[in-house]
């Protein structure tokens, strides 16, 4: 939404846009933990785990945070960033009018693929997502000291009320759907978490929720092969088009 927000450069739309995000990111987490703490506890799915403990696993493997790691990571960043550039002004001398960051997403998807497809070399996504966490709370806080909440005055109650029926929409969606069309099990329950974080746009924040559910209770494997896919590469791609869809015709 930021990015789409600076792109149409819109009077206020970045304000507006940022006053969103900071929402989602707080209740994408707050929503999150309750509801499936309610679903596990309603229908029993820790007993019903067959011969599995609620710590039973292998600790996940970590790559060590030192200086070859993050140079790397941060390298390959910078290729994902650049080669995106490229591919960015391609599609807008084409005609086709996306945010600016689906570049960079299309050159992120390729790096990683053809890692693990050919083994050439290695993406370490624990330490993409620390450096991607330390610059978003740099960009957050350099934002939000930029903030102009006047410019909020007169949208006020209408951004009130559609954040509200958001918070509202989702949970019940997470709750009684997708729970359900996920298996109804654990792992759904962990899906379901991480769902809450996706429906308010953040993919990082959905796994930094199923993340705290199986630091609590037990692994998902299932749950962390699923929701990064979706997240990570359908949900920003299906977002960008639909809303400029949207801003095209109602413009």
């Not at 600016?100 to 050439?120: E, H, V, W």
């Not at 199923?210 to 949900?235: H, N, Q, R, W």
């Amino acid at each position: 939404a930021v990015a789409i927000a600076t792109t149409v450069a819109a009077e206020g739309a970045t304000v507006v846009a940022m006053a969103t995000a900071t929402y989602a990111l707080i209740v994408g987490s707050l929503i999150s933990g309750p509801l499936a703490n309610r679903l596990i506890k309603k229908h029993n799915l820790l007993e019903k785990r067959d011969g599995v403990g609620m710590y039973d696993s292998d600790e996940e493997k970590k790559t060590p945070l030192d200086p070859k790691h993050v140079s790397t990571a941060s390298f390959q960043i910078i290729m994902a960033m650049g080669i995106g550039s490229l591919i960015s002004n391609y599609l807008s001398k084409a005609g086709i009018v996306l945010p600016s960051y689906i570049g960079a997403m299309f050159a992120a998807a390729l790096i990683r693929n053809i890692s693990d497809f050919t083994g050439a070399y290695e993406v370490h996504l624990d330490i993409i997502n620390i450096i991607g966490g330390f610059t978003l709370t740099i960009f957050l806080s350099m934002t939000l000291m930029s903030f102009k909440l006047w410019e909020l005055q007169g949208l006020a109650l209408p951004l009130v009320i559609m954040l509200v029926a958001q918070t509202v929409l989702i949970g019940v969606f997470a709750y009684f759907i997708t729970f359900r069309l996920t298996g109804k099990d654990y792992d759904a329950v962990v899906m379901t978490s991480g769902h809450c974080g996706c429906g308010f746009g953040t993919t990082p924040k959905a796994l930094a929720n199923m993340e705290a559910l199986t630091a609590k209770y037990f692994p998902s494997p299932k749950a962390f092969f699923v929701i990064p896919i979706v997240g990570g590469l359908f949900i920003d791609f299906f977002n960008a088009g639909i809303i400029t869809l949207f801003m095209n015709i109602l413009h």
